[in-house]
Nanobody, 122 residues
């Protein structure tokens, strides 16, 4: 069974750090791109960061650049999102999505996880 599972969310104070994990099972991530999306209440789901599992190329949205770092562990079939200097506006449900290449277009992804909640208090 193909599964994508996010973990690591929680409650953190502004300025704090947290690391999210995205683990896949039932298939290998090696030939895919993994993108972290987020959705805050009442807002559209938006792309945050993407990594190509084959060559490690990364992409970031301007609002997380310099604060978030995406990384991969091919042997663990897992992708991480290290989030530093968190802000209240980062509060959202974070999803990871698996697709053929990096794109901020939500329709470009075959598999999605159920999401993990991040809440940043001020």
């Amino acid at each position: 069974e193909v599964q994508v599972v996010e973990s690591g969310g929680g409650l953190v104070q502004a300025g704090g750090s947290l690391r999210l994990s995205c683990a896949a099972s039932g298939f290998t991530l090696d030939d895919y791109a993994i993108t972290w999306f987020r959705q805050a209440p009442g807002k559209e789901r938006e792309g945050v960061s993407c990594i190509s599992m084959s060559d490690g190329q990364t992409h970031y949205q301007y609002f997380v650049k310099g604060r978030f770092t995406i990384s991969k562990a091919n042997a663990k079939n897992t992708v991480y999102l290290q989030m530093n200097n968190l802000k209240p506006e980062d509060t959202a449900v974070y999803y990871c999505a698996v697709g053929a290449f990096c794109t901020w277009y939500k329709g470009g992804y075959e598999h999605w996880g159920q999401g993990t909640q991040l809440t940043v208090s001020s």
